[in-house]
């Protein structure tokens, strides 16, 4: 009997799906509107979320050590660095290796390769460039420079400077900004994927008012709750799967017009490549919100006329 | 089979519905409740489907107080009971043979007696060239012949009729009188409300008059009296 209810419920639904166009019709295009809302806040997200790590990569803290710093004392403190949780990864750069990055830049610049060729040895230091984790997490890198922990083995400085100090009015501005801006981007889904849903909702209690009677003549004839309310929420999980299909359409021209601009001005991330890489996932995301929005919209509003 | 006992309904407004009303229903019996408009004919078939509660007393159907069940039973108490109404209520998006299934449906039926009995209880009450009409193809006897249908396709105990024939001409007012009788003589008790004279004298059986929500006449053979 179970089969068969199921079976009667779920051809009842689709039945009632396309008796009742227009209102089939209605409650896809809200909730078409909904997932496109859905939609455009993961791409979004993902955009800004990119953004943001891109803005955190060029930020860093380079240590410079004095000339006569012994190479083992270096490396040394490069470990220690390492070792330090706040710490993503640490680069080495070598007094050669420093002077042949600045002949590099500079290979335009006669004057100041001449300058450097007069001076006849190398005045540029040896530097560990240290990336954080997390910008917020530069301040305690740059105390356990300035601690004990610093010095050479022989109890002497080795560290010339660390520019975290002449940075750190900016980098503060950075963790801020970046705080704020995930925060704000979170509330704003927040509110939007409230809004929709409560749009959404609202649509389909509406169809569902619309069916009132019908309901009361069900309830008349001796159908169970869950015979009556059956049919209403496959045609809630219709609205949610044909919306998802159309919302996933729609989005293929919407990032194929935007995705060059979004590489060239945004994150340098093509929406449109990154669509189709992550389409299976994008794909569950969307239709599986769907369903949940159209079949737990039927439930609930089909519950208010189901009290005896 | 049907026992009444002082059942008095007072509505929020504190109009009063129904006063101390008693009275009992045998199996196969047909009554015909008469009384103006707002004297407490629906209120009363209301109690018995249980969509209404009682203020004071109790309704007995056979030896279950309906309002003592729970609101998961009170489906199987109404698929005991037929129903048809004033203005048909049926499904407006169901053909003819639609909605009569959904009744075999809700009382969970196969599909092959599904199959067999709605073709059959729809040329019962001559609309078996219907079958795929939509309620808004069909007229106002066709879809009252609709309802009767398929209140009676689940064979059930009691058929409740309020007002079947209020929104009918003479001609399928007494075609539907016609089906009524012919489903009681069948074996099913039948409890019509009505205030039209004709039907009463039509029907010719038991009528019970009510008057601002109180009996005021219980006859065996009873005649329109208001």
């Known amino acids: ?308 | 089979m049907i026992y009444f006992d002082k059942v008095t309904k007072i509505y929020s407004d504190d109009s009063v519905a129904l006063k101390d009303v008693s009275f009992t229903v045998e199996p196969k019996e047909f009554i015909s409740i008469v009384g103006h408009s707002g004297a407490g004919k629906t209120t009363l078939l209301k109690m018995l489907l249980a969509e209404e509660r009682p203020t004071s007393g109790s309704v007995f159907f056979e030896s279950t107080d309906v309002h003592s069940l729970r609101k998961s039973k009170i489906n199987k108490l109404r698929r005991r009971i037929g129903t048809v109404f004033q203005d048909f209520k049926l499904i407006p998006n169901k053909t003819a043979y639609e909605n009569i299934a959904f009744a075999m449906e809700a009382a969970g039926k196969t599909d092959d007696e599904i199959e067999a009995d709605v073709p059959h209880v729809l040329n019962l009450v001559d609309l078996g060239k219907k079958i795929w009409s939509f309620p808004h193809e069909l007229s106002g006897g066709e879809k009252q012949r609709v309802a009767i249908a398929r209140a009676i396709v689940t064979q059930p105990d009691v058929l409740i009729a309020d007002e079947p024939t209020g929104n009918l001409d003479p001609v399928n007012t007494f075609e539907i009188v016609r089906i009524l009788k012919k489903v009681n003589d069948l074996g099913t008790t039948v409890i019509l409300t009505t205030h039209n004279k004709g039907v009463i004298d039509a029907v010719g059986k038991r009528v019970i008059t009510l008057e601002g929500g109180k009996i005021i006449k219980d006859d065996k053979h009873g005649k329109y009296i208001l």
């Open chain 1, 1 to 308: 009997m179970l089969w068969t209810n199921t079976k009667r419920i779920v051809r009842t639904g689709f039945i009632n799906f396309w008796r009742n166009g227009f209102v089939s019709l209605a409650s896809i295009v809200v909730v078409t509107m909904s997932l496109v809302v859905f939609a455009s806040l993961i791409f979004f997200n993902i955009l800004m979320t990119e953004y943001v790590n891109q803005v955190k990569e060029k930020v860093d803290v380079n240590v410079y050590f004095t000339v006569s710093a012994p190479v083992e004392d270096i490396l040394t403190l490069k470990r220690s660095l390492e070792g330090l949780p706040e710490v993503a990864n640490v680069e080495y750069v070598s007094r050669d290796e420093a002077l042949a990055r600045f002949k590099e830049k500079h290979a335009d610049d006669a004057l100041t390769l001449q300058g450097l060729q007069e001076l006849q040895e190398n005045p540029l230091p040896a530097v560990l460039n240290v990336k954080a984790k997390e910008p917020s997490q530069y301040g305690s890198v740059a105390k356990f420079l300035e601690s004990k922990n610093a010095l050479g083995r022989d109890g002497t400085a080795i560290v010339e400077s660390v520019n975290y100090n002449k940075n750190k009015i900016i980098i503060d501005k950075l963790v801020k900004i970046i705080d704020m801006s995930e925060k704000l981007g979170l509330g704003l889904s927040l509110i939007l994927v409230f809004v929709s849903i409560v749009i959404t909702f609202n649509t389909i209690r509406l169809v569902i008012y619309s069916a009132r009677e019908e309901i009361s003549v069900m309830r008349l004839v001796g159908a169970s709750n869950k015979y009556i309310r059956g049919p209403f929420v496959v045609a809630g999980v219709m609205y949610g799967v044909i919306s998802a299909l159309i919302t996933l359409a729609l989005f293929y021209p919407i990032t194929f017009y935007i995705g060059e601009f979004t590489r060239n001005f945004g994150a340098g991330v093509n929406l449109l490549h990154y669509y189709a890489i992550n389409f299976g996932q994008i794909f569950l995301i969307i239709i599986s919100s769907g369903i949940l929005l159209g079949a737990i919209s039927s439930y609930l509003a089909v519950r208010r006329y189901l009290n005896v």
